[in-house]
Nanobody
Framework: QVQLVESGGGLVQAGGSLRLSCAASGFMFINYAMGWYRQTPGKQRELVAI????????NYADSVKGRFTISRDNAKNTVDLQMNSLKPEDTAVYYC????????WGQGTQVTVSP
């Protein structure tokens, strides 16, 4: 059974930091690119950051470049998103994503940044 379980969301003041983690199981993690997406009510889900299966290539949305860092541990089947200098506009539900021949999603974790 495929599972992507996010953790680490919460409430933080603007300028603060959070670290999201996603634990994967039930598929060959090392073969999948992993990403973090976010969604706010009434808007489409948007890509925040993505990391290649090897971990050597990363890509970020312009809005988070220089503030967020995605990383993965292929030995532990985890992917993390370190979020620094958080802004109120980063408030969203953040989703973990695995993509190769198939696509899998986590259930999401809420991140709220207060002014």
């Amino acid at each position: 059974q495929v599972q992507l379980v996010e953790s680490g969301g919460g409430l933080v003041q603007a300028g603060g930091s959070l670290r999201l983690s996603c634990a994967a199981s039930g598929f060959m993690f090392i073969n999948y690119a992993m990403g973090w997406y976010r969604q706010t009510p009434g808007k489409q889900r948007e890509l925040v950051a993505i990391i290649s299966s090897s971990g050597l290539i990363t890509n970020y949305a312009d809005s988070v470049k220089g503030r967020f860092t995605i990383s993965r541990d292929n030995a532990k089947n985890t992917v993390d998103l370190q979020m620094n200098s958080l802004k109120p506009e980063d408030t969203a539900v953040y989703y973990c994503n695995a993509r190769a021949l198939n696509t899998f999603w986590g259930q999401g974790t809420q991140v709220t940044v207060s002014p």
